[in-house]
């Protein structure tokens, strides 16, 4: 027993060493409770996971983790309650937490009601579940975000945006709606701009208001705009 790390061989005469030692080594083996994990593959609503520290041999060196380490299968848990949800796909090279649980639940995940325990396996890392963790620096405001869209709430603003376009609430409560191209405001302000222009330049012998091609035209172009950036 030499090899034993941090083990003193001049205690070997100690029945309780010896077999505090043992059951540490027992349940190193065999009891787990949370591990961080890394995804490695993704099958519809499970994941195959892999640990991410690696243990010690009995010299004190790290153990390689190699594909014999995988966790095949594993259910992802998603906030979900009240009829409300957030949901999302884990991709590959994820980080999460592997939650092992004492008893064996596939019965319960495919039944989602009370149901018996589906074998006598107790603190498998098999009877886990994985949640999509990882640690990011907190920011004050709450951050849902995907691979292209974002949105950002704060005490006083919310804002939507992904690569197209941006819709804004400020503290004032103003609303800004744009594309990567223009604002809702900027349209309409000219198309205001330009009408007021038409009324403006009516007079008592010209009642009626007459719309030259210069301004058809810019009304056109202001039309064929917000057909770009509202949907109707």
């Known amino acids: 027993m030499s090899n034993i ?5 001049s205690r070997l005469q100690d029945p309780k ?5 043992a059951v540490m080594n027992f349940l190193k083996t065999w009891l787990f409770t949370a591990i961080p994990v890394q995804v490695v593959a993704v099958n519809n609503n499970k994941v195959d996971l892999k640990p991410v520290l690696e243990q010690l041999d009995t010299s004190g060196k790290a153990i390689d983790i190699t594909n014999d380490d995988i966790i ?3 259910p ?8 409300c949800q957030i949901s999302f796909k884990p991709a590959i090279n994820d980080f ?15 039944n989602r009601s009370v149901s ?14 994985y949640l999509p963790l990882d640690f990011q620096n907190v920011d004050d405001e709450v951050l849902i975000k995907n691979s292209n869209s974002t949105i950002t709430l704060t005490s006083t603003a ?14 004032a409560g103003l609303l800004q709606l744009k594309n990567t191209a223009q ?20 007079t008592p012998s010209t009642p009626t208001m007459v719309i030259d091609t210069a301004t058809s035209t810019a009304l056109s172009t202001l039309q064929t705009n917000l057909a770009l950036l509202l949907k109707a």
């Open 76 to 83: 992802i848990m998603m906030l979900f309650g009240g009829q």
């Open 17 to 21: 060493s010896v077999f505090e030692k």
């Open 5 to 9: 790390p941090n083990f003193d061989e």
């Open 96 to 110: 999460g937490l592997l939650i092992a649980c004492k008893s064996d639940m596939t019965n319960f995940i495919a």
């Open 116 to 129: 018996e325990v589906a074998s006598n396996r107790l603190f498998s890392l098999s009877n886990g579940f």
């Open 183 to 202: 604002s809702l405001f900027t349209l309409l302000n000219t198309l205001l701009t330009t009408l007021i222009a038409l009324k403006t330049g009516l």
């Open 158 to 171: 919310i804002n939507i945006s992904n690569s197209t376009g941006e819709i804004n609430i400020d503290s």
């Open 72 to 74: 095949a299968n594993i």
